[in-house]
């Protein structure tokens, strides 16, 4: 049996018709949500990541403002753009995309955003209202992955999940995402002992470890949901071929294009999974999605207090 596709591009659809509604209720009191994105140097991803959320922010009707300090910028220069972000009043969230340049200290950056305006869920202030259950902005790519499975009903309560990564970004947070919606969670890297085995006795895996193809489709329960967060850019013929064995038209296409988008699991995993999120048009989406849903929220809450207090706990916040 095939697995049935967790298609992240509907849910993104679904959820963008939500925010424009949100955002004709918010634009009827007077309210445009603003997002500022700082870009440090010329990583092409990065940019590439930039562009389509300031793009999102166009298609939704926010306001957007980039701003593009040098490659060489320092600490001290990059913690004056944040702080000139948290005094602009018509900034609701600020993204701060990562990786920054090595002379750059990135967690002294992370903790300088307002927390009110940390639409990316990375300051400490908003990991601790995670791990606690209170209110507050939840990184984007977990909680994502939370809605895919909501929205698509499958069940968490009581589920074994295994996540594969302990990131700050990805791994942690996902963890602490299901625990508050009662899964029995497994947190695996790469020093776990006998990966398949634990993976076997999951009814979720969240993968995040950044490995094109690492997941074996016989580590995957027959019928288990399988969320697949890697982009892993494959350009080796010989690791294509591992990976699209079974797969002629998709080896066909990395021949003709010399490269390949795999995630973290085997594509073979679409014949054990009982659902499975595609790569790309899964997780993808849905990370966007939540930035502009985390940008929405921070305007409203923002405007509600300025204290920022929120109504709904994290494990359930929108
Ligand atoms: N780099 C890779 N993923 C992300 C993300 O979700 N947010 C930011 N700011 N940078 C990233």
Redesign the pocket.
Known sequence: MTARILDGTKIRDQIFAELRDEVRLLSSAGVRPGLAAVLVGENSA?QL?VKSKIAACEELGLASALIKPPANVSTLDLLAVVEDLNRDNDVDGI?????LPPQVDTKRILEAVDPSKDV?GFHPVNLGRLVSGRPGLV???PAGCMEILRRNDVKIEGANAVVLGRSD?VGKPMALLLMHANATVTICHSKTRDLPNVLRRADIIVAAIGKAGYVEADWIKPGAAVIDVGTNRVTDPEEAARLFRNFPDRLEKFHAKRSALVGDVHPAAINTAGALTPVPGGVGPM?ISMLMSNTVKAARLRRASPKFSATQSTATAR
């Open positions: 990065s990541y993204l701060v995309q990562l990786p990316d990184a984007c790519t970004i990370t």
